[in-house]
């Protein structure tokens, strides 16, 4: 009979089995290796790129904010130059207006009638004089409430009073500025 011994070659498929495990690992280990650095690389790359990105748009800002510095100065000489026409035009409106005033004043003041104070104060005009009598101080109050440049007229005072031996009524009138107070309705109120 013949005997074989068959224990070398299961030794040898161990050997073999347990060199192919180890390739095995090894090679597994290897991909995995492959695949995290090729993940940390594309993170790597996707880092760099999104820091990139945040770079450019702070510069963007930093040019925006620039831009609106600009346009804010720019919004606030357009004010100011709003505000100097506005007082140029107001200096204009004024420059006429007392001078017409007082010509209207002139005009509607009646004889033996002296006026001997003349004050404005924003639309508040005060007028005081001298007159022979009530009628003359109540038809220069009819005239002046007719006038188109002064509205509510009132008297305030009206005494007697004697100047160089002569009787005469001392009086004071207040009344509005017209055209002041037709502007102040006319403002948009904020």
């Not at 620039?66 to 709003?82: M, P, R, T, W, Y």
């Not at 001078?99 to 404005?120: C, G």
């Not at 220069?140 to 160089?164: C, G, I, P």
């Not at 017209?178 to 309705?185: E, G, H, K, L, T």
């Amino acid at each position: 009979m013949i005997k074989i011994n068959l224990l070398p070659v299961r030794a040898s498929k161990k050997k073999e089995s347990a060199i192919q495990q180890i390739a095995i690992f090894f090679i597994s280990i290897v991909l995995v290796l492959a695949v995290v650095l090729g993940m940390y690389f594309f993170k790597s790359i996707q880092i760099t790129s999104t820091k990139n990105d945040i770079t450019a748009a702070n510069d963007k800002i930093n040019e925006l904010k620039k831009k609106i510095g600009k346009l804010e100065e720019l919004k606030s000489l357009k004010e100011q130059v709003k505000k100097k026409l506005d007082v140029l035009a107001q200096l204009r409106k004024n420059k006429s207006g007392p001078a017409q005033r007082l010509a209207t004043l002139s005009t509607i003041t009646p004889d033996q009638l002296w006026l001997t104070a003349y004050s404005e104060s924003g639309a508040d005009i005060k007028i005081s004089g001298l007159a022979f009598s009530e009628d003359l101080i109540a038809a220069f109050m009819r005239s002046l409430e007719a006038s188109s440049d002064y509205m509510n007229v009132e008297l305030l005072v009206s005494e007697q009073s004697e100047s160089a031996g002569t009787k005469l009524k001392r009086f004071d009138v207040s009344c509005k500025l017209q055209s002041a107070v037709i502007a102040a309705d006319t403002t948009p109120k904020k």
